[in-house]
């Protein structure tokens, strides 16, 4: 807290820029290097070292300059595997725009219940095999206007899309925020998870299927509870 409030006023002093959506993005890079800075910083005053070579390497280990470069190389590797999935995403939503594919939806059904539950697993698939930014695209231009159309409400279409992105980005093909997760935790972390399960299939593969379990409950929810209030 204390170093956000530190360069959210030296910004403010020196540069006349306040924290809003516009300047978030280039603040950012800054805060991001002041936490690292600040981290490398603790963990050298933390390590005592009795002996010279030791104590070379450590300090070393423990420079700004080493930890700046881990940081970068962490954040390329996932800001690469974001992107790729991106770019195929967007590959995706061009065939289908290219191709029409929006036409082929069908636009009215029997109650809003009916395309809710249509809509639902239109928008998890959507969420299965594209990034955010491509999902939001296809389904403000092709999705949005199904559900208008048969009467639900924008809020509960767009919190029910949300969630419903939130499961997709969980479940295969891509599970994409497994993939990133994989990035920050590091493979090691992933195999003694499986060993902790023994002989349970539930229990080796819990940390694929709770969030499952957790977030379809919690899109039931949301995608059907507004309708015992109309």
Request: hydrophobic share 50%.
């Amino acid at each position: 807290v204390i170093i956000l409030t530190a360069v959210m006023v030296l910004y403010a002093l020196l540069l006349n820029a306040y924290l809003d959506e516009f300047s978030a993005p280039v603040m950012l890079p800054v805060l991001m290097l002041a936490f690292v800075g600040y981290e490398a910083l603790r963990r050298k005053k933390s390590v005592s070292v009795k002996k010279y070579e030791s104590q070379v390497q450590e300090e070393q280990t423990l420079s700004f300059n080493h930890s700046v470069n881990q940081s970068v190389n962490g954040a390329a590797i996932q800001i690469g595997a974001l992107l790729m999935v991106m770019a195929c995403s967007f590959a995706v939503g061009g065939m289908l725009e290219r191709g029409d594919g929006g036409s082929d939806l069908p636009t009215l059904f029997e109650s809003p219940m009916a395309a809710m539950g249509f809509l639902v697993l239109f928008l998890v698939f959507i969420g299965m095999i594209m990034d955010p930014f491509g999902a939001l695209i296809l389904v403000t231009t092709t999705v949005a206007p199904i559900a208008y159309s048969n009467g639900i409400d924008p809020i509960h279409f767009w919190m029910t899309c949300l969630v419903a992105f939130e499961l997709g980005y969980l479940s295969p093909p891509v599970s994409l925020n497994h993939l990133l997760t994989r990035q920050v935790v590091g493979a090691e972390e992933i195999a003694l998870a499986k060993q902790d399960g023994g002989n349970s299939f539930y229990y080796r593969h819990e940390r694929l299927l709770l969030p499952l379990l957790v977030m379809g409950t919690t899109l039931v929810i949301v995608a059907y509870g507004p309708f015992l209030f109309l």
